[in-house]
């Protein structure tokens, strides 16, 4: 029996970080000290705070210790282990703690409610028994022993659970059009393709949870009579893809997939397909035929995939995240699921923070709070004093949230209002420092090189608005390339096949719509305020303060920089790369840029 | 050891069994809860004195008494250091909330488990055991 648990993150972002490294170190240090049969090292899924990777939590005093480095594997276990003294100087520490912090403590957790993410962190991945005695599988086997599909359907449907994929439609009345179509072969799909930059929830839930995808997209097909699912997940998410075929073969082997589930007689399976990576796989008409081993290519709709979907067959599809609503709604009722968030976003979200903030990873919180208390109270602030410009939800799809609207409660309905959308829940913060402008174009950036082609307005569309873009940007922008602009994106708008193309003008148009000033910046005074465009800045040297030490001119990869000892240089604006790097080395704050 | 895994390879035909499972591997999961609110600690110094004196069999004791009647929700084992009464040790304190904090010496396995059925479970101090009781010189 053992006292003490080590739970060591074995996420993506910790797993790049080192954290295999530090399981094994642990499991030797643990030996050598003769504790193997007191404490237990398990290598569990992502706790969210990636920024703070390799992250160490010690149970059951709940010690949470971050940016373990192999190194201090030894301390840990002959200190706090052994005798039971925490290394303070590992724990993670908000402004300035004092003893063992707890998890729950910290104000990046206070916040949050767990649903999606309930087991991870928690519990071992690769164990279906960990994920059972979290009551894994009993939506399953309520659902199977004692409810009719419909009655399935109803709970879904009476929790106001909406898609958490991007558009936010509710998943009862999806389950409900496939229910209801009439047909002997149905599929249920679940929709792992996780693509906007910077967005990485799914593929937490995946390598963390990932019997709770299998458990609902089970309890899916007893209710829309389906016996075969499929997940698409892309192949350069290696560890999700390792943790949901292990999951499969434990599911399979204690026959919780398979024939006669329960002794129900229900059957059904699952298997994985690898997507190789294309953002418009992402969409559900492009995934299914990509699935169905075709190019992967958005087709119009209808017919719906609720009525003709996979292989022709009615089907449903839904993100990872949604799936991982799905057991706890059945177990505790649709009334508990709608009483968290708005009004008519039920239930939490979750949200990759990324960008200029301090507590760089994934927080799940009700539906309803607002970007205030996500960035300053949850994400920590903004690093380096630096002030918040704008918070850029639902990637390539999305817009941005001006300082203005920080107190907006955040849900599908507002975000929209406001311009932009909750998407799958990427949200980068911006500060100063960025240029509304350049953010524009990196989005189009993404978008031109992942249109697939197949329709006009976005594969040229696009590619003409990213032209404009770099025109504004060097400079060479007119008003009448800004009323282009703006024309050709609802245009796109209104003709593009898919959801790719029929959003992707929105950083666009979010952009102008609050920051219009930044673009006239850029095309009236040639300026960038910023001052990230390149070719609107040049880096000079102030002579009263600059004391002649020579340093930018040693460093200068261009020879830009000349002078002499003890006298001010001045930089040739003719051979400036403006990479900063003067600015940089300078220590009398003798270099600005304009 | 304690992954036994009786069933293993077995097809599940029941919620009872599900059930089996769930019951099996509850308490190492409840042992990961942080919900400590509630939760009488018990605190087992582990500094070198400790240790020295026997303080890991003690620790051991009560975390597989806990955990072998389903306690784990409500009492927390837990180690701590040197509290600076090295002869004294092993030494054991039990903090409950909303009560003066109980602390025991000289401990040893046996009395850890007189200590763990009458004060844990049932709610009374052991006199006999604590600092109060014995002289300190």
């Given at each position: ?594 | ?21 769930r019951d099996r591997m509850k308490n190492q999961i409840e042992l990961r809860d942080d919900n400590n609110e ?100």
């Amino acid at each position: 029996m053992y006292r003490s648990y080590v739970l060591v993150c074995g996420g993506t972002g910790c797993t790049s970080s080192g954290s295999l490294k530090i399981i094994e170190r642990m499991k030797d240090e643990i030996k050598r000290v003769g504790l193997q049969d007191e404490v237990n090292v398990v290598e569990t899924g992502c706790h969210g705070l990636c920024a703070l990777g390799p992250i160490v939590v010690v149970y059951p005093e709940g010690t949470f210790y971050s940016l373990v480095k192999v190194e201090d594997v030894p301390e840990i276990v002959e200190e706090h282990l052994l005798k039971g003294r925490p290394v303070k100087r590992l724990i993670y520490d908000e402004e300035s703690s004092i003893g063992p912090k707890s998890l729950t403590d910290t104000d990046f957790f206070k916040k949050q409610y767990r649903i999606a993410l309930r087991n991870c962190g928690v519990i071992n991945p690769e164990k279906i028994d960990e994920y059972i005695a979290r009551d894994g599988y009993e939506a399953l086997g309520k659902v199977l022993t004692s409810m009719k599909p419909q009655e399935v359907i109803d709970i879904i449907t009476k929790s106001g659970l909406r898609g958490r994929g991007g558009a936010g439609f509710p998943t009862g009345k999806k389950w409900q059009f496939c229910a209801n179509v009439p047909s002997d072969i149905k599929y249920v799909c679940c929709n792992a393709d996780e693509g906007d930059p910077g967005a990485f929830m799914d593929r937490s839930v995946l390598e963390g949870d990932p019997h709770a995808v299998l458990e609902a997209m089970t309890i899916a097909g007893y209710a829309i009579g389906s016996h075969q699912g499929y997940i698409y997940v892309r192949a350069e998410y290696p560890i999700a893809v390792k943790r949901l075929q292990i999951a499969i073969d434990q599911a399979r082997e204690y026959n919780l997939l398979g024939k006669d589930i329960f002794g129900s007689g229900f059957d059904f399976d699952i298997e994985l397909r690898l997507g190789a990576g294309a953002f418009v796989c992402g969409e559900e008409t492009a995934l299914m035929t990509s699935i169905e081993g075709k190019r992967g290519e958005p087709r119009p709709r209808p017919p719906f995939p609720a009525v003709k979907g996979l292989f022709g067959q009615p089907s449903i599809l839904n993100n990872v995240e949604t799936w991982a609503n799905v057991c706890q709604i059945i177990l505790r009722g649709s009334d508990w699921f709608s009483a968290i968030g708005t009004e008519k976003s039920k239930g939490t979200k979750v949200f990759a923070l990324g960008g200029k903030i301090h507590n760089t990873g994934l927080v799940e919180i009700p539906m309803g709070t607002t970007l205030r208390e996500i960035i300053e109270d949850i994400g920590g602030g903004i690093p380096n004093g630096k002030k918040f410009k704008a918070a850029q939800t639902g990637g390539p799809s999305g817009g941005c949230i001006p300082a203005e609207k920080m107190d907006i409660p955040i849900d599908y309905d507002n975000l929209i209002s406001i311009g932009s959308m909750m998407g799958s829940g990427g949200l980068i913060v911006l500060d100063e420092d960025n240029c509304m402008v350049d953010i524009a174009k990196f989005f189009l950036t993404f978008t031109v090189g992942e249109s697939c082609g197949k329709c006009t307005p976005c594969r040229i569309g696009t590619k003409r608005m990213l032209e404009i873009l770099e025109k504004i940007t060097k400079g060479k922008g007119t008003m009448d390339d800004l009323k282009k602009l703006e024309d050709l994106a609802y245009y796109i708008k209104d003709n593009a096949l898919c959801g790719l193309g029929q959003t992707a003008p929105n950083p666009v148009l979010s952009t102008m719509r609050y920051f219009k000033d930044e673009y006239l910046a850029h095309i009236q005074d040639k300026h960038c305020p910023a001052g990230v465009c390149k070719a609107l800045l040049s880096y000079n040297i102030d002579p009263n303060k600059c004391k002649g030490c020579t340093l930018c001119a040693k460093n200068c990869p261009a020879d830009a920089i000349s002078g002499t000892v003890r006298n001010p240089h001045v930089i040739d604006q003719s051979k400036c790369v403006k990479c900063g790097t003067c600015m940089d080395k300078c220590r009398f704050g003798a270099i600005y840029k304009k | 050891m304690i992954c036994r895994r009786t069933d293993e390879g077995e097809k599940m035909k029941t919620l009872e069994e599900l059930k089996a499972i769930r019951d099996r591997m509850k308490n190492q999961i409840e042992l990961r809860d942080d919900n400590n609110e509630g939760r009488i600690r018990v605190q087992v110094g582990m500094a070198t004195c400790g240790i020295a004196s026997g303080a890991r069999p003690v620790l051991n004791k009560f975390a597989e008494l806990v955990q072998q009647k389903d306690l784990t929700n409500k009492i927390l084992v837990t180690q701590t250091g040197c509290i600076g009464l090295c002869q004294y040790e092993p030494i054991v304190e039990v903090l409950e909330p909303g009560k003066p904090k109980v602390t025991y010496v000289k401990m040893t396995p046996e009395k850890a488990e007189e200590v763990f059925e009458q004060h844990l479970v049932r709610g009374q101090a052991i006199g006999k055991y604590t600092l109060a009781t014995q002289d300190i010189k």
